[in-house]
């Protein structure tokens, strides 16, 4: 079988990231580095080489972005000067659907965005409420992962590391503008 | 010397104990430590994973509170670090209306201000109490360093500013390669076992070069450095930098500050006697 290159995506992914993925030649220095090549589908070259042949629907359904913890490593020691977790970001920014495995991760930011829509200061009781209603609550009460959690939660608390009342910073309408302005 | 200090979600929660300890510090040193009025979040990962305008915008109106002071911007958290100099480089490239930044102050993270010459001089006169025989491992993690053309790094594969801090504090510095190794903490909570297993990886590596605790320059770090240990009996304490260099300088809020912590770390100060 052969594969055509479908240039057009290649193309959209440049411009929307900024970067110049068609100069990537594949010498693997990004995923040698990567911390977390064990938990992604495909290793950050091959997602490269991916976007090049135009796999748009194979490269947007991936997990390597979602799980990608933005350590910048590749950006650092790429030879050819890519911002590959920029690449990344663009992708996730693209990508919409989070696939199994990574379902939680936009739910997580979702309540991290709100938090600050709220009132311009991550309060980090409220989002984690937030984020653990967002996901699925009854998973993990059966995997007594809720139990854990709770433990933590408690932990912190005792030793005075959870905030019980939110604070809203002054200039709130300038926070409000900036999310009125989103995808600007 | 005045400087505006940006503190960051984390230190009014989760990391109460960095903040408190960095106001201690700077202020025995005579540093003052102007809060930015009315800051707010920089965003972090959050921002810049869901849209480009969110990541260059919130952190840019911060930058904008500050380039009205003129002071340079000291920050503590690497992650706030990274998101304040990535939208800073941007709106010098390329002004935006919106945020009118002059550009007329240096951000820097709180770890490279203290530890600059002039700085690490002041601290080196006034230690009261060297912390002799302390085997530590410093921790960098991600985003104080990299990437190196945002965050002005000089050696980002092996950054020495908290060794030579700690150095000039009397502790023993090991030699390990794991400074800048990333802990996974943007993962924590939607992937906690893949932040789990690269923070097993970390903590292997400094007991093998032989530190008895770790030093952190940032509260994802070192929140995901101790909660990802779980409840297993042979935990390795993680301090906040500034933590030690309050124990060093005799600071009487030190006792306060290392309470705070998941993980007890007192027993190795107690050992040699350092508190
Ligand atoms: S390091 Fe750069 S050139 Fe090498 S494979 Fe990765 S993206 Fe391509
Ligand atoms: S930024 Fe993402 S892709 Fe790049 S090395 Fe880090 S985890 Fe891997």
């Known amino acids: 079988m052969s594969i055509a290159p479908q240039t057009s995506f290649l193309y959209h992914i440049e411009e929307k990231s900024g970067e110049k993925v068609s100069l990537c030649y594949q010498c693997n220095k990004c995923s040698s580095g990567c911390p977390v090549t064990f938990a992604m589908d495909f290793p950050p070259h091959v997602l490269l080489r991916m976007v090049q042949l135009g796999l748009k629907e194979k490269v947007l359904g991936s997990l390597t972005p979602w799980v990608c913890a933005s350590c910048e490593t590749c950006t650092t020691r790429c030879p050819n000067g890519i911002d590959i977790a920029r690449v990344m970001d663009t992708l996730r920014q693209m990508a919409r659907v989070a696939p199994a495995g990574a379902e939680d991760i936009p739910k997580f930011h979702e309540a991290f965005l709100n938090s600050i829509k709220a009132r311009g200061r991550v309060y980090e009781v409220g989002m984690l409420l937030e984020y653990m209603f967002k996901t699925d609550v009854w998973a993990k009460i059966k995997s007594r992962e809720i139990i854990k959690e709770t433990k933590l939660g408690w932990e912190m608390f005792r030793r005075g590391k959870?905030?019980?009342?939110?604070?809203?910073?002054?200039?709130?309408?300038?926070?409000?503008?900036?999310?009125?302005?989103?995808?600007? | 010397m005045k400087v505006s200090y940006y503190p960051g979600c984390s230190l009014l929660g989760t990391a109460r104990e960095y903040d408190e300890s960095n106001r201690a510090v700077c202020g025995a040193l005579g540093i003052e430590l102007e809060e930015l009025e009315g800051w707010n979040c920089c965003g972090a990962t959050s921002a810049h994973s869901t849209d480009d305008y969110l990541a260059l915008a919130l952190?840019?109106?911060?930058?904008?509170?500050?380039?009205g002071k003129g002071l340079d911007l000291i920050v503590p958290c690497s992650a706030c670090f990274l998101r304040l100099k990535a939208s800073e480089k941007k709106l010098l490239e390329m002004p935006l209306a919106d945020f009118p930044y002059r550009g007329s102050l240096k951000v820097k993270h709180l770890l490279n201000f203290l530890a600059e010459d002039e700085n690490i001089q002041k601290i080196q006169e006034r230690v009261k109490k060297p912390l002799a025989g302390l085997k530590v491992a410093c921790y960098y993690g991600c985003l104080i360093v990299r990437p190196p053309k945002v965050t002005g790094a000089t050696e980002p594969e092996d950054p020495k500013e908290m060794d030579r801090l700690m150095a000039a504090l009397g502790a023993e510095v090991i030699e390990w390669s794991f400074k800048t190794e990333c802990c996974g903490g943007s993962l924590v909570l939607a992937r906690p076992d893949i932040a789990t297993k690269l923070v097993e990886r970390i903590l292997k590596m400094a007991k093998e070069a032989g530190a008895e605790a770790l030093v952190s320059c940032c509260p994802m770090c070192q929140s995901n450095l101790e909660t990802c240990q779980g409840e297993s009996s042979h935990r390795t304490p993680v301090f906040y930098f500034t933590e030690l260099l309050g124990l060093a300088l005799g600071l009487s809020g030190v006792k306060g500050w290392l309470k705070r912590h998941l993980i007890d770390p007192r027993q190795p100060l107690r050992e040699k006697g350092l508190i």
């Open chain 1, 162 to 184: 959870m905030r019980l009342f939110p604070h809203t910073i002054r200039g709130l309408e300038d926070i409000k503008k900036i999310f009125e302005h989103k995808g600007k």
């Open chain 2, 59 to 67: 952190p840019a109106r911060n930058l904008v509170i500050a380039d």
